[in-house]
């Protein structure tokens, strides 16, 4: 079974960086897409940013222009680089996989989670 491995989560001032990676154990067939969601307290899960097999990619407005996501095939990892961070970013962000089986539905791959807190 493979499993993703985030890490470089932390604490940052306001207007700092930060860069996640997101590490799958193992090849993964048939992967779709990968990306990032978050999840701050009280709130729904939110996608921050995904990208397809294509190279194409899709963020949230609200991180539009300060996040970039990429990936490294031959390292199966994904990465989302956070610029200019503001407090309202902090959350647990978690990556996944989406994969499509033989019968053509699919299945997500989740991450462990990883904290990202930026102060004031």
């Known amino acids: 079974q493979v499993q993703l491995v985030e890490s470089g989560g932390g604490l940052v001032q306001a207007g700092g960086s930060l860069r996640l990676s997101c590490a799958a154990s193992?090849?993964?067939?048939?992967?779709?897409?990968m990306g990032w969601y978050r999840q701050a307290p009280g709130n729904q899960r939110e996608l921050v940013a995904s990208?397809?097999?294509?190279?194409?990619?899709d963020y949230a407005d609200s991180v539009k222009g300060r996040f970039t996501i990429s990936r490294d095939n031959a390292k199966n990892t994904v990465y989302l680089q956070m610029n200019s961070l503001e407090p309202e970013d902090t959350a647990v962000y978690y990556c996944y996989y989406s994969v499509r089986r033989y019968s053509g539905d699919y299945y997500y791959i989740w991450g462990q989670g990883t904290q990202v807190t930026v102060s004031s």
């Open positions: 193992g090849s993964i067939f048939r992967l779709v897409a």
């Open positions: 990208i397809i097999n294509s190279g194409s990619t």
